[in-house]
Nanobody, 125 residues
Framework: QVQLVESGGGLVHPGDSLRLACAVS????????MGWFRQVLGKERSLIAG????????TYTDSVKGRFTISRDNAENTVYLQMNDLKPEDTAVYYC??????????????????WGQGTQVTVSS
C-alpha cells in the first residue's frame, strides 16, 4: 500500500519561504501525476499545485501562481513544494497526493486517491 509522508511545515513570518517534501513508499511515483492540496479549518481540501506524471506540465491555483513551485524527484520517490513570499492566507494543513491511475496530468482533484497525513503551515507576524 502506498504511503505518503509530508514534512517541512512550520511557523513562519509573512514573506518567508518554506519547502515541503512528500516522501512516498510502498509504490512508485514515476508514472503518476502528483499534487499538493491544502485545507483550512472548516473548509474543503483544495488542489493548489499539480505535476504531470512525466514532469512536463505543472498547474497552480491562481492564489499561489508565481510564488509556489511543485517539482518531483522520481529517483528519490519524492515530491516537493517550494513556497515563497508566504502570506497569512497560506496558513493551512498541506497534503500531498498521488493520482489513482498512471499517466495523468495532475489537474483534476477527483483523480487523486492516495494521501499523506498532512503538515501544518502557519504564516503569522
Amino acid at each position: 500500500q502506498v504511503q505518503l509522508v509530508e514534512s517541512g511545515g512550520g511557523l513562519v513570518h509573512p514573506g518567508d519561504s518554506l519547502r515541503l517534501a512528500c516522501a512516498v513508499s510502498g509504490g512508485t511515483i514515476s508514472r503518476y501525476a502528483m499534487g499538493w492540496f491544502r485545507q483550512v479549518l472548516g473548509k474543503e481540501r483544495s488542489l493548489i499545485a499539480g505535476i504531470a506524471w512525466n514532469g512536463l506540465r505543472t498547474t497552480y491555483t491562481d492564489s499561489v501562481k508565481g510564488r509556489f513551485t511543485i517539482s518531483r524527484d522520481n529517483a528519490e520517490n519524492t515530491v516537493y513544494l517550494q513556497m515563497n513570499d508566504l502570506k497569512p492566507e497560506d496558513t493551512a494543513v498541506y497534503y500531498c497526493a498521488r493520482e489513482r491511475w498512471p499517466n495523468g496530468l495532475g489537474t483534476d482533484p477527483r483523480f487523486f486517491a492516495s494521501w499523506g497525513q498532512g503538515t501544518q503551515v502557519t504564516v503569522s507576524s
